[in-house]
Nanobody, 124 residues
Framework: QVQLVESGGGLVQAGGSLRLSCAAS????????MGWFRRAPGKEREFVAA????????FYADSVKGRFTISRDNAKNTVYLQMNSLKPEDTAVYYCAQAQSILVTTRSREYDYWGQGTQVTVSS
């Protein structure tokens, strides 16, 4: 069983930054693509960012492109999401997820393990 534990959420003013971390328990971490998703109040879960098992290929939602950066440290079984220039509309619960394969994907159905989520609140 894979366990993913997010941390780093909190309350920040608009324009500020946060760095989310996601620690994975599985030895398969280094051979799987990873992603971040979010769910805002009253909205469906949406894709935020994903990267390949090597970290070389990255994909971002248009709404966060240029502001968020996804990265990973396979030696630490950890994936990160650096969030800069935060906006009130970034307020959501953020989830990390492990993909079913090495292939990078934006589709939530192609991720089979999920963390419990961490709350990010951006005040205006």
């Amino acid at each position: 069983q894979v366990q993913l534990v997010e941390s780093g959420g909190g309350l920040v003013q608009a324009g500020g930054s946060l760095r989310l971390s996601c620690a994975a328990s599985a030895r398969t971490f280094s051979s799987r693509a990873m992603g971040w998703f979010r769910r805002a109040p009253g909205k469906e879960r949406e894709f935020v960012a994903a990267l390949s098992w090597t970290g070389d290929n990255q994909f971002y939602a248009d709404s966060v492109k240029g502001r968020f950066t996804i990265s990973r440290d396979n030696a630490k079984n950890t994936v990160y999401l650096q969030m800069n220039s935060l906006k009130p509309e970034d307020t959501a619960v953020y989830y990390c997820a492990q993909a079913q394969s090495i292939l990078v994907t934006t589709r939530s159905r192609e991720y089979d393990y999920w963390g419990q989520g961490t709350q990010v609140t951006v005040s205006s």
